[in-house]
């Protein structure tokens, strides 16, 4: 009876201990997560899910002893022949789950699991670069808007290409009339489309700017990357779907992050393109790989596509779909509630940023919120990126401190 009694007192203390935290008995650390969990309550101005859902994944890794297992994805996680020592069977399961939902088939898809949206826009800009290359024998050049997220920008300096930044609208969103009147119709076309510029969360019209191009029957070859860092996320999961659909809008390509709506704890990406594509790439045989190693990176992360996978099974497309609704919802009660206070805003279609007239340097740091600049708004700006973790109540609390700020003044 009285072991009994101390077994339960025991298991009592145990689970009271699992649910405090952990110190690691490092001043400095412990004191960092102290200010990482206050932040992460108000953590509105970037896209990263602060929700996570990884708590049974850690449990069970470490349960299972892999912490001290060291796997590598090097190598192509689309053969039929995994590197026995990688996770390289769950990652071609992940790229076959998310195919159908960016519209590719799965007799007609290559892809992996990167280690961010730019790691994916990387492979998207160089693969195109290579497969237009090997098509035509001509150099391309690379068309994106002015106001698409700069790693486009920097992945073209970095691969030596010819770029044109085409003007945006006050939107964020390319201008089709801009686009072409900036074709050089005689070199093959890289276009990349920004699904979700940075500050604006604009959404370039794929369907005006094909039909620019495809105006153009004399260009020798056409490639399109679409940069869904953020809203490739959510889509697929809405009734806009279409929208991210290889199959509607036509593009070779699309890259994903898996640390923004998917809420993975550091960065991951997705990256899908189409079978033609993949044909056309050059190859460098390394014999020591067991083929051809047509991505641009060796090591490869073999936890990434785990944590990917567990949450396909864990969560998965009904649960996704719900956060999806709710996540929209949000954006729409936010720009409402700063309506109703009369502070300005705005927010592009489809989108879950909302931008809105600068707030105090205060507001700015408790909310981590991200600045822009636009004459067009009045100039100083800041936004908000609607993900999980900013819910109603928040938002609340959040339009009110802007109130009272405004009362103020
Ligand atoms: C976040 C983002 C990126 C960069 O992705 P990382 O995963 O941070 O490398 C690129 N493009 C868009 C549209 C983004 O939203």
Redesign the pocket.
């Known amino acids: 009876m009285r072991q009994k009694k101390l077994f339960f007192v025991l298991a009592l203390l145990c689970s009271v201990q699992g649910m405090m935290a952990q110190t690691s008995g490092f001043t400095k650390l412990d004191q960092c997560v102290e200010i990482w969990k206050e932040g992460q309550q108000t953590f509105f101005g970037y896209?990263a899910n602060q929700q996570s859902e990884m708590h049974d994944f850690y449990e069970w890794y470490l349960g299972a002893g892999m912490e001290v297992v060291n796997l590598n994805n090097a190598g192509d996680p689309m053969t039929d022949k995994p590197e026995k020592m990688s996770s390289q069977s769950f990652e071609r399961e992940v790229i076959e789950y998310f195919a159908p939902l960016y519209g590719f088939s799965l007799d007609n898809v290559w892809g992996l699991v990167t280690?961010?949206?730019?790691?994916?826009?990387n492979h998207g800009i160089y693969f195109g670069a290579n497969y237009l290359r090997n098509k035509t024998g001509l150099q391309p050049i690379l068309y994106v808007s002015d106001e698409?997220?700069?790693?486009?920008m920097r992945l073209a300096h970095l691969q030596n290409l010819d770029i044109r930044l085409v003007k945006s609208d006050a939107m964020g969103r390319m201008i089709p009339e801009e686009l072409e009147k900036s074709l050089d119709t005689s070199r093959p076309v890289l276009i990349v489309y920004?699904?979700?510029?940075?500050f604006k969360g604009a959404i370039d019209d794929m369907k005006a700017l094909n039909a620019v191009i495809d105006s153009h029957s004399e260009i020798p070859a056409v490639y399109r990357h679409v940069?869904?860092?953020?809203?490739g996320g959510y889509l697929p999961f809405t009734e806009h779907s279409q929208m991210v659909s290889h199959e509607t809008m036509r593009f070779e390509s699309i890259?994903v992050?898996?640390?923004?709506f998917f809420g993975i704890d550091s960065?991951?990406?997705l990256f899908l393109c189409t079978r033609d594509v993949y044909d056309n790439q050059n190859d460098f045989n390394v014999t020591y790989l067991n083929g051809n190693m047509r991505m641009i990176n060796c090591s490869r992360d073999a936890v990434q596509p785990l944590k990917f996978w567990w949450l396909i099974k864990k969560v998965g497309t009904e649960e996704w779909t719900r956060q999806a609704t709710r996540l929209l919802d949000c954006t729409a009660y936010l720009k409402q509630q700063l309506d109703a206070i009369g502070w300005p805003a705005w927010v592009n279609d489809y989108s879950n940023t909302v931008f809105f007239k600068r707030p105090s340097d205060d507001i700015i740091a408790t909310y981590s919120l991200a600045r822009g600049y636009d004459e067009h708004f009045g100039g100083p700006l800041a936004h908000v990126v609607v993900l999980q973790h900013v819910t109603k109540e928040k938002i609340d609390v959040f339009v009110k401190a802007l109130k009272s700020e405004a009362a103020a003044q």
């Open positions: 896209p280690h961010s949206g730019t790691d994916g826009n698409a997220h700069y790693s486009n920004a699904m979700g510029s940075t940069d869904a860092a953020l809203f890259a992050s898996g640390h923004k960065p991951c990406g």
